[in-house]
């Protein structure tokens, strides 16, 4: 019996020692309340529920910023979007930053980018990354990648490390398949994988196959296609997890499943679950999203309400792997989530901040504190526990714990004025400096192939502007 004690205990020290794969999924602008496990009236979400069901679901769980860009580069770095320059929408992150991708690739790991990248600095519909492209995934210490510069849909034109590949199917199940090749050729080896997985689903526009929206006849057209999108990815997330099964590695696989800002209005039924707010919004119907970590070795099933976000992911594997507190550029607006992975940890004790423009906002467990407009100095706070829909302002019932989180909100953002400069890198300034954020169409390495590519549905409209010298209307959605 003891010499069987000893070998268990040895089976188990090895399995500790060994560096769990990573998967990092992202919907693109999925609300909230867009699971089947959130009781969705119409949507199904077999697999995502599956995934909930087999590990630790977060129901306090937060994109970094209420729009996508920013929050991507959230999840790279550690930190508040705007600290690494990503304002909005199509901005570049700087080349001075420290990523996950770099840190993992450094610790011994193979690393992969799929999908939707939206960080090197390109507005517009999602193009082909450039070979060239100075801000690439490949420019982050992604060995391998097939990735377009934002949104992307059925029959997707994608960049494989600069090389135009025509793919035909719907985009969550290409990009998923594109992973999974690479997940296949690399998972047996001596190397732990990094795989980065941004969908570009459900974000507009809404184009689903016809068997994907088939349940859904009785909405307006727009809402049956982004439905039918949401299909699509809980399919192609199933596929993946099966895989990871069929390969023999999904025990050692630290698996998550998160969306980059909050639901889209007008659609219906409505996507946010009941929170207030949509994207682009400092509401809780903005910035929460599903959020799910999945790890079956190490995780066992169930669901908190502990205060979590984008901006923990790196600082967590960090803390996982055991890695050098200087893989991330100070200061860190993220915490290591693994000691939750193990049960309940009581309140989050830093609390997680936002912001958006003129727009920010500073949660911690329970209270939340926000502003639309910071110049203004007018601030609106809530008891998240009691009304999580923001409906009561109870700024002068509990002014004490107002006026702290007032004065934290406020100290936080001139600590992110101060990163924006560049005083947080070693050469205290911004070098090179940020690109101008425009659309790739405008682009001089674009040029050859916009008449080419006008002849394609999604792109028509934004080279037809460029071309004829037009300014093309703003588009939210970019």
């Known amino acids: 019996m003891h010499r ?33 496990y959130r009781g969705h009236p ?42 690494a320059g990503v304002l909005s929408h199509g901005y570049a992150l700087r080349l001075q930053e420290k990523t996950i991708s770099q840190a993992l690739k450094a610790a011994g790991y193979v690393t992969g980018h799929f999908g939707k990248w939206h960080l090197d600095g390109f507005k517009g519909p ?63 080896g001596d190397k732990p994988l990094f795989t980065v997985i ?36 809980d399919r192609s997330l199933g596929k993946l997890r ?3 099964r069929d390969f023999g590695i999904a025990d050692n696989t630290l698996l998550v499943f998160n969306s980059d800002n909050g639901g889209l209005p007008g659609i219906k039924p409505e996507t946010v679950g009941g929170l207030r707010g949509f994207k682009g919004s ?14 079956p070795s190490v995780i066992k099933p169930r669901v908190t309400n502990h205060a979590a976000c984008t901006m923990d992911l790196f600082p967590t594997v960090a803390d996982v792997l055991g890695l050098s507190d200087d893989v991330i550029v100070k200061p860190v607006d993220g915490v290591s989530l693994k000691p939750l992975f193990a049960g309940e940890i009581g309140d989050r004790k830093q609390a997680i901040p936002f912001r958006f423009g003129t727009k920010a906002a500073l949660t911690g467990q329970r209270y939340k504190i926000l502003t639309e407009n910071l110049g203004k100095g007018e601030f609106q706070f809530y008891d998240l526990e009691t009304d999580p829909n923001e409906t009561k302002d109870i700024s002068k019932e ?15 953002n001139a600590s992110v004025d101060a990163s924006f400069a560049g005083k947080d890198y070693p050469e205290g300034k ?14 001089p390495g674009y040029k050859p192939f916009l008449e080419e590519w006008s002849k394609r549905w999604e792109y028509e409209s934004a080279i037809k502007g460029a071309t004829k010298g037009g300014k093309k209307k703003k588009n939210k959605s970019e």
């Open 4 to 36: 069987i004690f000893i070998a268990l205990l040895l089976l188990t020290s090895s399995a500790l020692a060994t560096k769990p794969n990573i998967i990092f999924v992202m919907a693109d602008d999925m609300g909230w309340g867009q699971t089947g």
């Open 42 to 83: 119409v949507l199904k979400t077999p697999n995502i529920d599956a995934m909930a069901a087999n590990g630790l679901r977060l129901d306090r769980f937060y994109a970094g910023c209420p729009v996508c860009s920013p929050t991507r580069a959230s999840v790279l770095t550690g930190r508040s979007p705007d600290r």
């Open 126 to 188: 999602g193009a082909p990354i450039l070979k060239d492209d100075p801000r690439s995934p490949g420019a982050f210490a992604f060995d391998e990648w097939t990735s377009v510069t934002n949104f992307y849909d059925q029959n997707p034109l994608m960049s494989r490390e600069g090389e135009f590949v025509d793919f035909k199917g719907d985009s969550s199940d290409v990009v998923v398949d594109e992973a999974l090749k690479f997940i296949e050729k690399h998972h047996s």
């Open 198 to 233: 941004w969908y570009g689903t459900p974000h507009a526009p809404f184009k689903a196959l016809e068997a994907d929206k088939a349940e859904f006849g009785a909405l307006d057209k727009s809402s049956q296609d982004h439905y039918g999108e949401l299909v699509a990815l």
């Open 242 to 244: 099966q895989k990871l």
């Open 282 to 295: 400092v509401f809780e119907g903005g910035l929460r999203v599903p959020g799910i970590i999945e790890w």
């Open 398 to 412: 509990q002014p004490e714990m107002f006026e702290k989180m007032k004065k934290d909100l406020l100290a936080w």
């Open 430 to 443: 911004v070098t090179p400096p940020d690109p101008e954020s425009i659309p790739w169409t405008e682009f």
